[in-house]
Every structure is written in C-alpha cells, then in structure tokens.
C-alpha cells in the first residue's frame, strides 16, 4: 500500500460531510517545477479521497493579492522596480493579453499541471478579498490582534510591537501594500502609515491615514492569513513543504490562530520533503532553479507525473537533468509499467515480491494522464532510442525486429513521443561522454597491432551471431575470447576503442556495444 492509500483510510475515519483538500501559491514570477509536488500530492488526495467514496472538493488558490517583494531575475529591474511593494494583480503582465502580472504566471502554471491531469478549481486571492468574503474574518482578525500578538510571542518567540495590528493596507497615495503598517483600529476604519523604510525590497511614500480594511483595501498578513482562507473556504485537507511544517513555523501560527481566534479546526496535514533541481532548493521569484514549463518540455507528461507519484512524500525529491535522472526515470517507468500489465493479466500472486508488483502497478494507475492501456504494450526503452538516435539506425525497424512484429499505433505513438524526448535529452542534457558517436575513421587511417586484430576480429564473428542486447552475454563473449586465445584486456582493448570511438579509452565494451548496436559495431569491427 503506497502513501497515499494509507493516508485517506485515515481521512476517511473522520467521517466529515464533505473533504475539502485547497493549496495555495504566490504568483510571483514563473513557477518553478518543485511547486508541482505540491498540486499532485494534493490531487491524489483528492481523487483517492473519491475513490474510497468519500465526497471530496480540490481547490487551489493563487496569493495575486501578495505585494511583488522582489523582481525575477528575468525582467528588466529598471523598468519593473516601480511596481515593487503593489498587489501582483494590479501590476500589468509581462505579455500582452493577460490581465495582471500574476494571471500571467499563474496561467502558464494552471496549464502545466493541467496536462499532467491535475484540475483543482481556480479560486483568486484578489477576489476573495474584493467581493467581500474576507471582511468578516477581517474584523476578527484586527479585534483579537491582542490575542494574536500573544501567539506569535508564544510561538515564534518574536513580540510584535504594542502598536501592532496584523493588517497591511493598500496606501491611498503609491498603491504599495508591502509598505504599509496599520498603528490602530477602532472597530471600522485602520489607522496606517506608508514607511519608507519598512521593507528592504520597495519604499514607502511617507503617507499616512486611515481607511476601511474591508472589500479589498487591504490584506492579512501571510501567517494569520492562512487560517482566515480555511476558515472563509472550509479547507479540510492541506499539506504543506516541510519548512511550513517545522516546530514554530507557519503551520503552528495558522493553527493557534484558527484554534483560539477562529474556533475552526486546522486542517488535516502533514509536510512533505523539497524538490529541488540538481540539489538546489527553488525560489519562483529569484528565478532559481528549473520552471515547471521547462520540465514539460523534456518529459511527456504521464512520466513527469510519475516522477512525483512515485516518491514517499517524506523523500527528498530532486531533479537533475544532467545527472542520469532522465535516463533511469524512464526505466523506472516502464518497470512499473510492467507490473501494471502483470496486474492486468492476473499475474501478481502473493508475497513479499507481490506486494512490491503491487505498488508499482498502483502508482502507475495513479500517474495516469491518458487513458490507461488496457491490455499489455511493447515498451521501446528510452536509453535505446537514445542510441539509436546516435547511431542513425531505423528506429521504428530495430523496435519492430525487437519485438517480432509490426507494432501497434499505440506503441508507434509512444516510439515517435519518446524519440521527441531522446532529441530533447541528447541536445540539451546528455553529457560529452553520452554524446559520444560511432567513429566512421577510414579503415586505412587506423593502425593495429596483432593481438588487436586478432581479438577484433573473433569479436566482430561471435558479435553476428548474437541475437539479443543482453550486457552479460556480451561480456561473457568478450571475455571467452580473452581467454580462449590468450590475450590481455589491457593490451587489445585500446585497439576497440580505437575502432570504435577514435580514442584509446571509453566506457565498459559491453555498455558500448549495447549503446551503439551490435549490428552496428560487428559491421564497423568487419570494415576495419
């Protein structure tokens, strides 16, 4: 029983009317793919919550009332830093045709974890606050400020001021809300000053008045914020990266405050570990690390999907296209893939190996995109096509030798989806030693000894006669033929990789042999 499984029979012990599972994200420049863990761990919540028949609601909310607290790295700073310290959803978009800065963003986002199967309802922080569902937990808020200065004392142990209300408002002479500090309330209007110096990343104009807090002239600030929207939404569910989570954190604040100001019960959490890009923690803002559109772009989208499934949420998770991840996370696929038509043919038993079959199937069922197969397909492996790429072979005539048969129009349009990504991966990520093609040197341009031809010669013979890829096979031949004519590795193996990769050293003969074909390198053997 994978994760998620385990934690809905939880769920679902609580026995509540209605399940309501929302997360929530601030639309502050291109989302990077680590935010995506988050949409699908609360997607599979939701629709394992729906399949265990309990009635479910997934909702997620873009923050485009937050205040622009710094410039992306990718626009220009001159022309952007005038709008520093106003709501993301007054700023115009980068592009045009959409309505705000964050709309921008946050629709690029929507429609990346769209394609991966994710379709939580949209909810507008803006509009939540601009239609008034805000304002009764708004005067709450600002008539229990006592009461919440003592939970950030007791909690974070940081005191606010004795002049502190948790309230910023949107200034009525420079539009900044991230400048603003509310001094007073007296039960209808904030008293408030625009301070210059307030904050490091935008100035305030000096002004100072008071104004209603109510119907979008203003907003809570992040940590009492997040147990008003449960309490406006209904939130149930929400989990949370584990830096919300930690003792004294975000989540601890929310949840004293939904407790003792609110009087409704947090919702049910838990944290789960980062995602991070070749080992670096992301920041949407700062233009750090790998967006979520990039990563569509070198993964189809049910193996994108995967990579997140598949992980424990308390595992770290980290994404490095340069590292191998690529290569394995399709392997990794099709194994589970495999267990998926094990279980569709009645194939998985019982026992300890059963059970793992069993979670590889499961996951497989819940990284579904498309329609998923209903009776077993042939999987052309990805680092196959990779080589084959490389090497200018037929790719659809070595899959369909490969199998026996003509392939199906299904496996044809897996074959032409993974030859895109294998394009993708050679050109962008694949490595120098990767990169690395069979040599077309004149056969009269390369000098060996004896021992080499000797050896090249018997390799390229029992190479033809070879009738699967198989890496022990191969190394068993190679190494028989050692053996057999009394020859050494060190000795004979410089004139292969001379042959074959104009060079006196490479990777393991059998790994190169594999990559490249061994048609194709007993042809290049028998040439020379």
């Not at 599979?44 to 909310?61: F, Q, S």
Request: proline fraction near 5%.
């Amino acid at each position: 029983m994978i994760w998620v499984d385990r934690e809905v029979k939880k769920i679902k012990q609580r026995e509540l009317p209605l399940e309501w599972v929302d997360d929530m994200k601030t639309p502050s420049g291109r989302i990077h793919v680590g935010s995506l863990r988050g949409v699908v761990i609360h997607d599979l919540l939701y629709k394992v919550l729906l399949e265990n028949g309990v009635k479910a609601k997934y909702t997620y909310v873009f923050d485009d009332q937050d205040p622009m607290d710094s410039i992306p790295s990718y626009l220009d700073f001159s022309k952007w830093e005038q709008y520093a310290g106003m709501q993301l959803y007054k700023i115009p978009s980068p592009e045009k045709g959409y309505a705000s800065f964050a709309q921008f963003y946050a629709q690029e986002f929507i429609t990346v974890f769209e394609t991966i199967n994710c379709h939580p309802d949209i909810i507008w922080g803006s509009q939540l606050y601009n239609s008034g569902k805000m304002n009764e937990v708004i005067k709450t808020i600002l008539d229990a400020t006592e009461t919440i200065r003592k939970i950030y004392l007791k909690i974070s142990k940081k005191p606010r001021p004795k002049n502190w209300h948790p309230f910023n408002v949107v200034c009525a002479n420079c539009s900044k809300i991230g400048t603003t500090f509310v001094y007073r309330w007296d039960g209808k209007q904030v008293y408030y000053k625009c301070e210059a110096k307030m904050v490091a990343w935008a100035k305030g104009c000096g002004f100072e008045g008071k104004i209603s807090p109510f119907n979008g002239n203003g907003k809570i600030p992040w940590k009492v914020e997040w147990p008003a929207k449960w309490k406006v939404i209904g939130v149930t569910v929400e989990w949370s990266g584990k830096d919300h989570m930690s003792s004294g954190g975000s989540f601890d604040i929310a949840s004293a405050v939904a407790r003792e100001v609110f009087d409704y019960e947090p919702p049910y959490a838990s944290s789960y570990e980062w995602f991070t890009v070749g080992g670096r923690k992301m920041a949407s803002s700062k233009g750090i690390g790998t967006s979520a559109k990039e990563v569509t772009q070198i993964l189809p989208p049910e193996v994108m999907r995967f990579f997140i499934v598949r992980t424990p949420v308390h595992t770290h998770l980290d994404f490095d296209p340069y590292g191998g991840t690529i290569l394995n996370l399709f392997d990794d696929f099709d194994r589970c893939l495999n267990a998926y038509f094990d279980k569709l043919e009645d194939k998985i038993t019982e026992g300890k190996e059963a059970e793992v079959l069993s979670d590889f199937a499961r996951i497989i069922e819940l990284s579904e995109v498309r329609p998923a197969a209903t009776k077993r397909m042939f999987l052309p492996r990805f680092r196959t096509v990779v080589n084959l790429i490389k090497t200018k072979t037929d790719i659809l005539k070595f899959f369909e030798q490969q199998k026996g048969r003509p392939l199906t129009s299904e496996e044809k349009e897996t074959l032409e989806e993974r030859v895109v990504f294998a394009q993708v991966y050679l050109t962008d990520y694949a490595s120098q030693e990767e990169k690395i093609q069979l040599s077309t040197t004149p056969v009269n341009q390369i000098r060996l000894t004896k021992p080499q031809q000797l050896f090249l010669t018997k390799l390229a013979d029992k190479l033809a006669k070879l009738k699967s890829e198989n890496r022990e096979k191969i190394q068993q031949v190679v190494f028989a033929i050692l053996k057999e004519h009394n020859l050494s590795a060190k000795d004979v193996f410089p004139g292969f990789y001379q042959v074959i990769l104009d060079r006196s050293f490479g990777p393991k003969a059998a790994d190169l042999i594999i990559e490249f074909g061994i048609k194709n390198v007993a042809k290049r053997l028998k040439e020379v």
